[in-house]
């Protein structure tokens, strides 16, 4: 037997080397914000929703300004007349923020790019709260110019009547009412659905609500534990008591958190098709 056929018999064969591979790193959560808050103006429907906050908020101002008792206006009165559209229009892009995903068939794309679905719900959320307060902020900017505008016209004083603490109130109402339209956006995953429910918890349960507190007094008398806009439109005008913010924080419970989480949890389940 020669050298060379022990040295192979002997010897281990040495295979190729595996060069382990790394595995990827994450997609930093401040990318994911950015990619979900430009998806929420992708779309037609997107932008012109988005758009229709600022264009609704100038009209009410001209509005106002040509309509209203211009000796008796005040930023108070152009804060009413905008935040009316405002209270209709931003819930509405909370809950094409999530549907969206599923009326565009984009959630297959968008969970295996993210596989963490948490952190694109909780992107989603971020972004949809800092619209309603850019929204406001810019809403209210447009009241203040109407009420300068005033001002001028008639000679008057301009009327600063909204304080810093009215105005976050104002904030916090219409953030509500966002949280809710994306509450529901999880729940049915379906633009129509998702806006029919919020139509009908925000119009159709106030009067159904009404009808009861006429003829029952037990329920006029407790409405605001269950009906959640009886104590969330007391934030636009109104300063709330003790008993009235818990009642604002139990409705807030039923309404809002209790459909974010089993929304949440159907989507963090649900196979993506």
């Given at each position: 037997?020669?050298?060379e056929?022990?040295?192979?018999?002997?010897?281990?064969?040495?295979?190729?080397?595996?060069?382990?591979?790394?595995?990827?790193?994450?997609?930093?959560f401040?990318?994911?914000?950015?990619?979900?808050?430009?998806?929420?103006?992708?779309?037609?429907?997107?932008?012109?929703?988005?758009?229709?906050?600022?264009?609704?908020?100038?009209?009410?101002?001209?509005?106002?300004?040509?309509?209203?008792?211009?000796?008796?206006?005040?930023?108070?009165?152009?804060?009413?007349?905008?935040?009316?559209?405002?209270?209709?229009?931003?819930?509405?892009?909370?809950?094409?923020?999530?549907?969206?995903?599923?009326?565009?068939?984009?959630?297959?794309?968008?969970?295996?790019?993210?596989?963490?679905?948490?952190?694109?719900?909780?992107?989603?959320?971020?972004?949809?709260?800092?619209?309603?307060v850019?929204?406001m902020?810019?809403?209210?900017?447009?009241?203040?110019?109407?009420?300068?505008?005033?001002?001028?016209v008639?000679?008057?004083d301009?009327?600063?009547?909204?304080?810093?603490?009215?105005?976050?109130?104002?904030?916090?109402?219409?953030?509500?009412?966002?949280?809710?339209?994306?509450?529901?956006?999880?729940?049915?995953?379906?633009s129509?659905?998702?806006v029919?429910?919020?139509?009908?918890?925000?119009?159709?349960?106030?009067?159904?609500?009404?009808?009861?507190?006429?003829?029952?007094?037990?329920?006029?008398?407790?409405?605001?534990?269950?009906?959640?806009?009886?104590?969330?439109?007391?934030?636009?005008?109104?300063?709330?008591?003790?008993?009235?913010w818990?009642?604002?924080?139990?409705?807030?419970?039923?309404?809002?958190?209790?459909?974010?989480?089993?929304?949440?949890?159907l989507?963090?389940?649900?196979?993506?098709?």
């Open positions: 037997m020669s050298t056929t022990l040295s192979s018999d002997v010897l281990p064969a040495t295979g190729p080397r595996r060069v382990p591979r790394r595995s990827p790193e994450p997609i930093p401040g990318r994911v914000l950015l990619v979900e808050l430009q998806k929420m103006f992708d779309t037609r429907a997107g932008f012109w929703l988005m758009a229709s906050i600022v264009i609704a908020s100038v009209i009410a101002t001209v509005v106002t300004v040509l309509l209203g008792d211009r000796d008796a206006l005040s930023f108070d009165s152009f804060a009413a007349a905008v935040g009316s559209p405002m209270s209709i229009l931003l819930p509405v892009a909370g809950v094409l923020a999530v549907t969206s995903e599923w009326s565009q068939r984009t959630a297959l794309t968008t969970f295996t790019l993210v596989p963490s679905r948490p952190r694109v719900i909780g992107a989603k959320v971020i972004d949809v709260l800092a619209i309603g850019v929204s902020v810019l809403a209210l900017g447009i009241g203040a110019l109407g009420n300068v505008v005033t001002s001028l008639t000679g008057n301009a009327i600063w009547d909204i304080s810093a603490t009215s105005f976050a109130k104002i904030i916090l109402a219409n953030e509500l009412g966002m949280l809710l339209g994306l509450a529901l956006g999880l729940l049915f995953r379906s129509p659905a998702a029919v429910g919020y139509f009908v918890v925000n119009f159709v349960l106030p009067g159904i609500s009404g009808a009861l507190a006429s003829s029952q007094q037990w329920w006029a008398d407790h409405a605001g534990w269950f009906d959640l806009n009886q104590t969330r439109f007391l934030l636009f005008d109104s300063n709330l008591t003790g008993e009235q818990t009642q604002l924080g139990v409705t807030t419970l039923i309404w809002i958190v209790v459909p974010f989480l089993v929304g949440l949890r989507v963090l389940k649900t196979e993506i098709k």
